[in-house]
């Protein structure tokens, strides 16, 4: 099956209810309402500098919190009157406390754990915001070599297994409403295999995965790189199959802070945008990678060895079954702006999985909900100053791996559609 994105946006059907209808457009009037040009003028006729110049922005040990780390190796933030200390956390839930605490003013975060706080599912309710996306794809999910020993290298090889020898089955992810527990449930699920009633899940930080595979505490996982790659590295499991592989182009991290923050500090929210998006556009710069990997892997960053995240960033895929490939949609950090728009129907999609997999009792008013988490008219202003494409609607419409298509356009109806949910 194929994969396909556009950026086109879906007409809202007139058999919606009359209230999505309203929102839908009061949302796209907003947006339309900034014209290029205008934005910028508005906050220029007062003063734009920084309000908080001092900042302290989180980050996981991750291949994808490079254009973090790199606009302040580049120094971009010095560039845009901001002085930024980045900080090594241990696990997203630690990112989730220190952001809600305002000990970090903002964070290299999972897109669902802005939506689960948000929405009160992924710890204490607190209204959030997204300023940008930071990457797309470069996910994966890893299997043991115990199960590959047992027959299993793929996922109908999996559902094979769990049908036959009934056992333990667990599966780790790293955050219960984040991107790589959405990822690792639809995969299972497309499979035939319920993600709660047949197999067990657990959470691990994302630089633990490989350890905890290799004293046998899970079965396989789903995280960020370059946790898959050492996987392979390690000779303790191997990709069973890469996330933009599910979804190409798919919505990965976000640069993430509070509604709080943004209201207060609008300028530096600006500044923090321009300079990230300036560092994005370094690191898909081809040439610019092997500089980066080197430096993200560095002890204070990623701790990994230099080739483990190399390689994948470059594209160079194994999957420890003897299989090599070149992928044209490894990880990307800016691709002319498509990565790092905050579309309305990507946060729409993370409500439609909390939905499917009962975290969220009932349906949220979606549009309401990712209009105010996600913080598009800063995003277009500071995109607009660096002459960054927009697109020209917030919503985008994907096929997924299994052929279902998700564009934004009634969300209700698609959380409902899959055959396997909670």
Known sequence: MKNSDTNALPEISIDQPRRVFIKSALALSLYAA????????????????????????????????????????????????????????????????????????????????????????????KDMAILMGLNHNGQAITLSNALKDKGVTDGAGLKK???????DYTFAQTFPTGTHAMWLY????????????????????????????????????????????????DQIGFTATTTQALWKDHPEKVLGTTLEFVQKYPNTARALIMAVLEASKYIDTTANRPKVAKIIASKSYVNAPDPVIEGRMLGKYENGLGKSWTDPDYMKFYNDGHVNFPYLSDGMWFMTQHKRWGLLTDDPDYLAVASQVNQITLYKQAAEQLKVPLPAEPLRSSTFFDGTVWDGKNPKQYAASFQLKA
């Open 161 to 167: 297994l769990v049908d036959a020898e009934k056992g």
């Open 34 to 125: 900034l014209p290029i040009g205008l934005s910028s003028r508005v906050y220029a006729a007062g003063s734009d500098a920084p309000e908080k110049t001092d900042l302290k922005i989180g980050f996981i040990p991750l291949t994808d919190c490079a254009s973090v780390v790199m606009a302040g190796e580049l120094g971009l933030y010095k560039k845009y009157g901001l002085n930024v200390t980045v900080t090594k956390e241990a696990s997203w839930a630690a990112v989730r406390d220190k952001l809600a605490l305002g000990e970090l003013d903002a964070a290299h975060v999972l897109y669902g754990l802005i939506y689960g706080v948000q929405l009160g599912i992924g710890g204490q309710k």
């Open 186 to 233: 639809y995969w299972l699920a497309a499979h035939g295999i319920h993600p709660f009633n047949d197999v067990k899940n657990i959470v691990i930080p994302p630089p633990q995965m490989v350890a905890n595979m290799r004293i046998g505490n899970m079965d396989g996982y789903c995280v960020g790189e370059p946790w898959n790659a050492r996987a392979i590295y």
